[in-house]
């Protein structure tokens, strides 16, 4: 569950960073930048990266690419971290280490 609260957590931080991006994009090149930039599309696009692992519409701004790609990747370790984890969990036997009473009192008593 900490995973996914993470997740959710990268994907808003995320969509902040698009929209701050984005705003100061349009601010310092208002020529290059159309107005018809929304954050909501954006926030969704980020949201399908995460989930698909791929991009339906991908912005042309290179500052928004760098931020869905790095999200890209966050997601994309804390998956495999994740599946290690639980690969691992599952694969291990409990590790139960018996105790030798006997030889612990013979060798280590005054």
Partial sequence: ???????????????V???????????????????DVHFIPLFYSTCKTVV????IKIPPQFPVRLVLFSVWAMSLILDSTYQGHITAFIAMPRL????????ILKNFTL
Avoid at 2 to 10: C, F
Avoid at 52 to 55: D, E, H, S, T
Avoid at 96 to 103: A, G, I, P, R, W
């Fill in 96 to 103: 139960e280490v018996e105790v030798n009473l006997k030889f």
């Fill in 52 to 55: 698909a692992q791929m991009l």
């Fill in 1 to 15: 569950m900490q995973v996914y609260g993470i997740l959710v957590v990268v994907l808003l931080v995320s969509a």
């Fill in 17 to 35: 960073v698009v929209w701050m991006l984005t705003k100061v994009s349009q601010v310092l090149f208002p020529l290059d930048y159309p107005d």
